[in-house]
């Protein structure tokens, strides 16, 4: 009989990869992300090779899989990544996504 999985230890953190071949584009990953997690509690970095987002929290066990389930990523990779996404990666740097960057900043800060 399998042992129930132990619940997650405060801080421990989740890792999934992501194919760059299989998105559409990085805010349809965020809004797929979102809706899962919800706002500002992950961070995807990588580069045009691979994805990978990092969260604390442990669900869903496929990431992937749910995601493609959901609509936010593409069932089959494509043969290469379309010229739009690869922009939007080179122009992000490392970081692809990370928590409070769409947020609006107090002028005054």
């Not at 749910?66 to 690869?86: A, C, M, N, S, T």
Request: hydrophobic residues 30%; neutral net charge.
């Amino acid at each position: 009989m399998p042992r129930p999985r132990s619940p997650p230890r405060r801080g421990e953190i989740f890792e999934h990869n992501i194919c760059p071949t299989l998105l559409f584009g990085l805010e349809r990953l965020r809004d797929g992300l979102d809706y899962i997690y919800g706002r500002n509690v992950y961070t995807v970095y990588g580069d045009i090779m691979q994805f990978t987002v990092r969260v604390n929290l442990p669900k869903p066990h496929d990431l992937v899989k749910y995601l493609q389930d959901e609509g936010y990523l593409r069932r089959e990779p494509l043969q290469d990544i379309p010229e739009r996404v690869k922009e939007q990666i080179k122009a992000n740097g490392w970081y692809q996504i990370q928590p409070y960057d769409q947020e609006e900043r107090d002028p005054g800060w």
